[in-house]
């Protein structure tokens, strides 16, 4: 009787490692089914990553070449136009100062006195009018300094990251 009892222990003991080792088997390839693709997919998605990334940097870096070509051109012009500016300021001040002791040459002539007169404010809002281009132009030169620090920092930030 002990002998049966312990044979039937035995079998069912061996019955269910059985079953344990198909569950165990089934569960398995159920996780093969999903894990296998799963990775495959990441691969790609990172490979894709990659590829999306380094054309995007080698855009940026002739994106900041041509945008730093322009820029040593545009700054020179701006220069130049800027000097332009201080000599027109200079020739306008002369002019106001010729203006001004015809002025009182003039105070005789009481009709040329009222065109001198209207010529001076023509001249004095040409003044104004080559003050306000000149501030203008202060405020290029500005804003396309600006435009060269936030392209070039992050471009040479960028081109850290460049294997060449």
């Known amino acids: 009787m002990k002998s049966q009892e312990v044979e039937l222990d035995s079998v069912s003991d061996r019955e269910g490692m059985t079953r ?5 088997e089934t569960s398995a390839r159920r996780w093969e089914l999903i894990i296998y693709p799963s990775m495959f997919a990441f691969v790609v998605l990172a490979a894709y990553g990659f590829f999306l990334i380094y054309r995007l940097a080698g855009d940026m870096h002739y994106m900041v070449i041509s945008v730093d070509t322009h820029m040593s051109v545009l700054s020179s012009n701006m220069q130049s136009m800027s000097e332009n500016m201080g000599q027109m300021t200079t020739n306008i001040r002369t002019m106001t100062v010729s203006l001004d ?7 005789t002539l009481q009709p040329i006195l009222a065109s001198m007169e209207s010529m001076d404010e023509s001249m004095k809002s040409m ?11 202060r405020n290029m030169q500005y804003d396309m300094s600006r435009l060269n620090e936030n392209v070039g920092r992050p471009m040479s930030f960028m081109n850290s990251f460049m294997p060449w």
């Open 20 to 24: 344990l080792s198909e569950v165990f």
């Open 101 to 107: 002791s015809m002025e009182h040459k003039m105070g």
């Open 127 to 137: 003044k104004a009018s080559t003050k306000v281009m000149t501030v203008a132009t």
